[in-house]
Every structure is written in structure tokens, then in C-alpha cells.
């Protein structure tokens, strides 16, 4: 364990790194750097790679979860970044790595870590798209050229969020990608005037739900604008992508409150509030993230050591001549495109929505124990705070046993509501997927409960600094 510390210390004074501000920046400061890299990730998202002469998209219904674009710069997207995030978070939850958060020397090395391992990452995932196909076929040239394209892009995604995290911008790098990727999305799906084929041989249908339904009003044919086939907006996911959005922003306020006093402020008395969505968007990043990988090595076997031909690789993937997943394991984890595939084969929605739930709900609890979230990692610092519930004694046990009667079952509930709004949204078609609006949601308010105490600490500097303490 020394020596892996010293080796990572060693490396560390080598990697690329951005300085934090000398001084903190302003709001409108915050807001042209933010902005800054949010263009700069808008550019490597429509900057194609060397000679890429493009194919059909094997990872499509993935690319708005890793704010990735195909065939361009952000063909990996943040995906490494996320990748090596989880894996150090699950070894330092497990205390396979031992550090302590309380140490600044030890954030740094932790942060060092993850730096290097996105790297060795980015270097893995570039090298797997190019060699299993998921880029075509490459020339030897070519490979090199979009090798290096995507290792460097990946890197700059990395500085760009590491720079927004210092204190440059407001938030986070991840979810602003994240939450431009979706918004792309939801704005294709609703004012793309462009005319798209659907299938080979079918004639060509303005995709956007706006322009289509103008087109379809002078038309005379707006009954048919109802439910569209293909995964084509149509009224009904307009509808169903509205409600998903509002139900969403309605739950976010649910909460139990858990009141506290302060031992060290007599006469204080606040609530510590445990929100239904305990730990958010991470289990459907997790879930996401799982089923990329097993998409992804599904197609690398496929495709290179004859998987079309093995007896086995049936339970794993069988493809169309058009790449699409038509049965297998990841048949079944991926979602239906609508409706109308969702009525052709029920089976195939219900272990897709028995899938995202049940991995929901273990990677909630999973999340919980490891991200220090748990009831015994709370009641610890709730205590380092001060502060203990009225009619308790200030100690770990009993605080960690009033906690234990709401954490362990709102983390449940959180884990199949978000399950269940992020699978059954992608059956009902919405725009931008039923994970996508969630995230989308979620950063959004993030982003505003952000905004928010920004101002508040530029306006009344000494009203945040009590907020901050309590």
C-alpha cells in the first residue's frame, strides 16, 4: 500500500493539472468560465475524427448518459471519467484503499488517483472502440490518428471539469456535459425540421414534434401525428415527457425531516432533511454505466473472436444485419423505442423495467454505504456538528438508531421510484429517454440550489458564512 502511495505521488507531479483561483472568482466570473467549457465540449462534439466515414450507432441509446456524440472528438464522452470515478469510490467504500477524507494530503492523493486512472482508462476504451469495431473498419493510419484524437479529447473533458470543480465555474464539469447532451436531445426531438427515413425503402418524415405537427395541421392529417412509429415524437411522448418532467420536479420536494438542536448554540433548532431521492441520479448512472459495459463486450466478442457463430453467445447478443440487438441478454436490458415496440413485445418490456429497478435498488444501497451516506456515517456527522435530536443522547448509537427508521427505507423507495420513472419513461417514448430527463431534472436543480447560495454568498458574504456553519 506504501508503495503504491509513493508511485501515485511520484506520477502526480507529472500529470496535467489546473491551479485553483488565488482568489474566489465572482458569479459572473464563474458564469463565463462555465461557459467557456461548456463551448469548448459543444466544438469536440461536432468536431468529426480523421477520415471517419460513419456507420450506424451500435451505443446510441447510451450516448446521452455519457454526454457522448458519435464519430466526433466526444466519441467516449465522459464515460472514463465516470468509469474510474466509480471504481475508486467502490475501493474506498470497501476499505480495499484506506484513506482519510479528513486529511487534505489525503484528498490530494485520492484526487491524484482518480486523475491517473481516467487516464489509463481513456487509453483502454480508445483502443477497445478502435480494435472491436465500434468505429468500423480503421486502417492502420487512421487508427493511430484517432487514437491519439480521442485520448487527448478525453484528457481536455477531464481538465475541464477538474477546473470547474477548483472553483472556476459553478457546479460540475460531468453534469453540465451531461445536462447539454440531454437538452440537445430534448431539442432535436421537439424543433428538428429535418426529414428522416426511417427504415430502408420507407419515405421520409419531418422528425421534430413542432415542425411536424405544423406540417401535419396544414396537411389535414393531425390524427396521425398521435402515436408515430420508429420512435418519431408524436402527441402522446410530447404529453408523456411533460408529465414525466413534472412528476419529477414534484417529488424532489419530498422529504422527511429529522429535527435537531445545537449543543453548542443554545436556543437553536433546525431539521436535517432526508429527501424520498436519497441518493439522487447516481444508481441510474450505475445501472447506465453497467449496461454499457455489458453492451459493449457483448459487441467486442461478437465481433472479433466469432461471436455470431458460438452456441453461447446466443444468451449474451444476437444482432441484425443493421447491428441492432434483436435477442440475448443485451436484447432484453435495452430499451424498447416506443410504444409500439413496448405492445409488440411485453416480455421484453418487463425484464427491461425488472432490470433498471432491481439494479436501482442495489446500487442505492450500495451508494449509501460506500458514498457516506449511511445512517452511521451521518449520525457521526451530525455529532462532529454539534448537534444531536431533542429527546436523544449525543452519541453515535442512538443517533444512528433514529436514523436507521428512515434512511434504509427511503433508500429503497428512492431506488424503485427512479427505477421505474427512468424505465417506464423509455417505453412511453419521452424525449431525450426516460434516464435522460431524470438527469436532466436532477442537474438542473442542482444547478439552481447552486445559483442560489452563489448569490448569497457574493450579496451577504456574512449570512453564508452562518448558513455555512450550520
Not at 453534469?175 to 420507407?202: D, H, K, N, R, Y
Request: aromatic share 12%.
Amino acid at each position: 500500500m506504501a508503495s503504491l502511495r509513493n508511485f501515485v505521488k511520484t506520477v502526480a507531479t507529472v500529470l496535467p493539472e489546473v491551479p485553483k483561483p488565488q482568489r474566489k472568482p465572482g458569479l459572473s466570473e464563474k458564469f463565463i468560465w462555465t461557459t467557456l467549457a461548456l463551448v469548448c465540449y459543444l466544438v469536440m462534439s461536432i468536431t468529426p475524427l480523421y477520415q471517419y466515414g460513419g456507420q450506424k450507432d451500435q451505443f446510441a441509446f447510451l450516448r446521452i448518459i455519457f454526454a457522448s456524440t458519435q464519430g466526433t472528438l466526444m466519441e467516449l464522452g465522459i464515460g472514463p471519467i465516470v468509469t474510474a470515478g466509480l471504481i475508486l469510490q467502490l475501493l474506498k467504500g470497501s476499505e480495499i484503499i484506506k484513506l482519510d477524507f479528513t486529511n487534505p494530503k489525503d484528498r490530494a492523493l485520492f484526487g491524484s488517483a482518480t486523475k491517473l486512472l481516467t487516464l489509463i482508462v481513456i487509453g483502454v476504451e480508445s483502443g477497445a472502440y478502435i480494435l472491436g469495431g465500434a468505429l468500423g473498419v480503421l486502417q492502420g493510419s487512421q487508427s493511430f490518428v484517432i487514437f491519439v484524437q480521442l485520448f487527448f479529447a478525453s484528457a481536455v473533458v477531464l481538465l475541464l471539469d477538474e477546473m470547474i470543480q477548483k472553483g472556476w465555474g459553478v457546479g460540475s464539469g460531468i453534469s453540465l456535459f451531461i445536462l447539454a447532451g440531454v437538452a440537445q436531445t430534448v431539442t432535436w426531438f421537439t424543433f428538428s425540421p429535418f426529414p428522416v427515413t426511417a427504415s430502408e425503402g420507407a419515405p421520409a418524415e419531418i422528425f421534430g414534434f413542432v415542425p411536424a405537427m405544423i406540417s401535419s395541421f396544414f396537411a389535414g392529417t393531425v390524427p396521425s401525428m398521435a402515436l408515430r412509429e420508429f420512435g418519431f415524437p408524436s402527441i402522446f411522448t410530447f404529453i408523456m415527457t411533460v408529465a414525466v418532467i413534472l412528476f419529477i420536479i414534484y417529488i424532489e420536494g419530498f422529504r422527511v425531516e429529522v429535527p435537531i438542536t445545537s449543543v453548542k448554540y443554545r436556543g437553536f433548532q433546525g431539521v436535517y432533511p432526508i429527501k424520498l431521492l436519497y441518493v439522487s441520479n447516481i444508481p441510474v448512472i450505475l445501472v447506465s454505466a453497467l449496461t454499457a459495459n455489458i453492451a459493449f463486450f457483448s459487441r467486442l466478442f461478437h465481433n472479433n473472436f466469432g461471436g455470431g457463430s458460438s452456441a453461447w453467445m446466443k444468451y449474451i447478443a444476437t444482432y441484425d444485419s443493421e447491428n441492432n440487438p434483436t435477442g440475448g441478454l443485451v436484447y432484453y436490458i435495452s430499451p424498447p423505442q416506443g410504444v409500439i415496440q413496448t405492445l409488440a413485445d411485453p416480455l421484453h418490456a418487463v425484464v427491461y423495467v425488472g432490470f433498471i429497478v432491481l439494479f436501482a435498488v442495489l446500487f442505492a444501497r450500495i451508494w449509501v454505504e460506500i458514498g457516506g451516506l449511511s445512517p452511521r456515517a451521518v449520525a457521526k456527522n451530525l455529532i462532529s456538528a454539534n448537534v444531536q435530536v431533542p429527546g436523544f443522547r449525543r452519541a453515535g448509537l442512538s443517533l444512528e438508531q433514529v436514523l436507521n427508521r428512515y434512511i434504509p427505507p427511503i433508500t429503497v423507495i428512492g431506488g424503485i421510484l427512479i427505477g421505474l420513472i427512468a424505465s417506464v419513461s423509455d417505453l412511453f417514448g419521452v424525449f431525450g429517454t426516460g434516464i435522460g430527463i431524470l438527469l436532466m431534472v436532477d442537474i438542473i436543480l442542482q444547478f439552481y440550489q447552486l445559483l442560489v447560495k452563489e448569490q448569497i454568498e457574493d450579496l451577504y458574504p456574512r449570512l453564508a458564512g452562518v448558513l455555512g456553519r450550520s
